[in-house]
């Protein structure tokens, strides 16, 4: 079956919920999922290279049809394409990543990356903001990552929403660590702290959200935003984070408002034993093509 993507760009073997490519091939996808399997620049504990595969084979036992938004979304198509491979260093898989969602988006299609460190987001961006007039960047994650440069490189997976910032507005939430010198311009308006989150007992901070967003969102869901009592797969996990309820939630109003023009999940690290979250972040990855591609 021909599509928008020749067969050579389409992954062999596993992909996303159980299809390959040697079958299902959509011929007008809704979404391009695109594995990113490096990790080279994480300080902590390795292993989100592994990430993309992980979640890919935990997505085959994913329910193709997603309760919360009511319909079947990769009926309607979602390819899987071959993994971004890169044995160099970061700013060359940025470059990778770069030329493979701008072609994605210049098939009119909604890129999905999966990660892999965080890294791998700033050559999305970059893509996205090129084919944007007014692009907004909403990160959820444990981390700011707004450093400059970090161990020689300013596309560390510590610089990526610097590197953001270059190119398209920002907005952070579930933040519960940062370097002292990141505070030295940091728009605290932008920023919602995990602790003040926890504390609030409405999601009225949503509509905060919200109102921070242009017409046009990239989504970077890093999997340590989430609390490690639902997420303890990653590799620099921190307490307080966000629920399952409230990513769902939030993710709705903001697909509900703007338009997503594409979205990344990143830094799962597989761990023996702890397959409830590959599953979640597969889980995550098809609900919010769900909610982004969700018919009116």
């Known amino acids: 079956m021909g599509g928008v993507f020749d067969a050579a760009e389409l992954r062999t073997g596993a992909a996303f919920l159980g299809y390959s490519a040697d079958g299902f091939q959509p011929t007008a996808p809704i979404a391009a999922v695109i594995p990113v399997p490096y990790d080279k620049t994480s300080t902590w504990h390795k292993g989100a290279d592994r990430g993309p595969g992980a979640l890919l084979e935990a997505s085959a036992a994913v329910e193709e049809y997603d309760i919360q938004t009511a319909w079947t979304p990769i009926r309607a198509g979602i390819a899987t ?83 953001a910032r270059e190119v398209a507005s920002i907005v952070q939430v579930g933040i519960r660590a940062i370097d002292q010198g990141e505070l030295e311009g940091m728009d605290r308006g932008r920023v919602f702290w995990g602790h003040e989150i926890a504390d609030t007992s409405d999601d009225v901070w949503m509509d905060r959200v919200c109102g921070l967003l242009t017409g046009e969102v990239y989504i970077t869901i890093d ?24 990513v769902n939630r939030l993710l709705a109003r903001v697909c509900a408002q703007a338009r997503v023009v594409g979205a990344d999940v990143v830094e799962l690290c597989p761990q023996p034993g702890l397959h409830a979250c590959d599953f979640l972040a597969a889980k995550l990855a098809y609900r919010l093509i769900a909610m982004a591609r969700q018919p009116s």
């Open 81 to 163: 394409l071959a993994d971004v491979v890169c044995d160099g260093g970061p700013e060359a898989m940025c470059d990778l990543v770069e030329e493979r969602v701008g072609r994605v988006l210049d098939a009119g299609v909604m890129p999905l990356v999966l990660g892999g460190e965080h890294s791998v987001t700033i050559g999305a961006v970059r893509a996205a903001a090129a084919r944007s007039e007014k692009l907004t960047v909403l990160q959820i994650d444990a981390h700011t990552d707004l450093r400059e440069s970090y161990e020689g490189s300013a596309c560390n997976h510590a610089c990526v929403m610097a590197r």
């Open 223 to 246: 999997v340590d935003g989430l609390d490690p009592s639902i997420m303890a797969a990653t590799g620099t996990p921190e307490p307080g984070g966000l629920g399952w309820g409230q």
